[in-house]
């Protein structure tokens, strides 16, 4: 099982369509908000089941805040994170996440992308597509797979220019 979880593409969707498509098949499209009025576009190129939650940039679209969802045996946590200080670090983000019995939790907003792999808790952040701030700045996406004994693994990736 494959899938693609991407961030903050605010309304430039180039290097998402090429994604999916280089990419393709996929099982799964994670978007962790600023979306900013591509949902149909984030949903239509995916080809495979979407989950999206609004960002802080989002005032306008009917999608949810945050979402809880199973994939496999995880508890999975999807929400935009900038009600949670995500800016500072992500350790409040982290324990409401515990007190939620979740084992995944995926967020976004800062733009930069994390791959926090605790003892009783794995946060992930992909980083942005379009407005990169880590060091380098290179577009950033992660890959998450499920193997055959149902264990989940994560791939940093970036896009080179
Ligand atoms: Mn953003």
Redesign the pocket.
Known sequence: MKILIVS?T?RKNDLYLKLCEELAPLDMVIHCG?IEGSEYIINEAAKCPVKMVA?N?DFFADTKRDEEFRIGQYNIWLTHGHHFYVSMDNEILKDEARSRGIDIVMY??T?KPVIDIDDDIIALNPG?LTYPRQEGRLPSYIIMEIDENGEANFQLKYIEK
């Open positions: 903050d605010h600023d960002g940039n976004g907003h733009h942005s």
